[in-house]
């Protein structure tokens, strides 16, 4: 694992109020990194300012090197970092296949003349092939052309990360992935994140379920106020006084 995904001094203000203060943590190529903390703390400001929908304050974000901070989310996405959010942002009305179809968008980018005029044949074959892909890979190839308004919490969550995945991004940022989900579909989906870190994708994960962020994650930053509070594996963030305080106001364990 090498250093792929880097914030650096990251501060987000908005008026008065400062949400992320001078913020560094660093994610490792092919790492699942959990981003914590109790609520209010900034993670999701975090994540926003990662993926492009504010621009910071202070500091920067770096990938591979290269700075994308302050670009627009159209432009981080083309450099491969795209994000799912905590609440479902599917189109009900449309298939399985139709909404994995949206993701490719980044690869296969429309054009009306070329589609008038019917050169985008071999693009829209492309597009569909990799949409299959990703369903086929999240296994929702056999409920490609169900509704997806009708699917289950599960597939939909598992959903939303095919349309992320068909994109080919390098990195996933995955907003509470387990909110509602029982335990046999927060099994499922641990088993679907740790396919996807395998496959090469990099994943930073903000999530309130400790037992799957402990059971999930190669390291862990956790937030407190906007600040870094802690960073390590998940048994130091376990057993770390501060991290406890600030969960749990000193009860023995985080998860």
């Known amino acids: 694992m090498t250093d792929f995904l880097h914030v650096d001094g990251l501060t987000m203000r908005f008026g008065g109020l400062t949400a992320v203060d001078s913020l560094s943590f660093t ?7 959990g981003l914590i903390g109790p609520n209010g703390a900034g993670k999701t400001t975090t ?19 290269e700075e994308i901070s302050g670009l627009k989310m159209h432009d981080v996405a083309r450099r491969g970092v795209v994000r799912t959010f905590q609440h479902s942002t599917l189109f009900a009305e449309l298939s399985v296949l139709e909404n994995a179809l949206v993701g490719t968008h980044m690869a296969f ?31 929702l190839d056999a409920l490609m052309h169900e509704r997806a308004g009708d699917l289950a919490h599960g597939h939909q969550r598992a959903l939303g990360m095919a349309v992320a995945f068909a994109a080919h991004p ?14 046999e579909e927060t099994r499922a989906m641990m088993e679907l994140m740790r396919k996807l870190r395998d496959s090469g994708v990099t994943i ?42 600030a969960y749990l106001g000193g ?5």
């Open 27 to 33: 994610v490792d190529h092919g790492a699942i990194h």
């Open 47 to 65: 994540f926003n300012a990662i993926s492009g929908f504010y621009k910071p304050t202070a500091g920067k974000i770096l990938l591979r090197g």
């Open 109 to 139: 980018r429309p054009n009306i003349f070329a589609a008038i005029a019917g050169w985008d044949r071999e693009d829209r074959h492309g597009a569909r092939a990799r949409a299959r892909e990703a369903l086929e890979f999240f296994g």
């Open 170 to 183: 390098d990195v996933i940022l995955l907003d509470e992935p387990f909110t509602g989900m029982n335990p």
């Open 204 to 245: 930073l994960i903000v999530e309130h379920d400790m037992h799957a962020i402990m059971g999930l994650c190669d390291k862990i930053t956790c937030m407190s106020f906007g600040k870094l509070l802690a960073e390590g594996g998940p048994e130091d963030i376990r057993n770390h006084p501060d991290v406890i305080e």
């Open 251 to 255: 009860a023995r364990h985080v998860a």
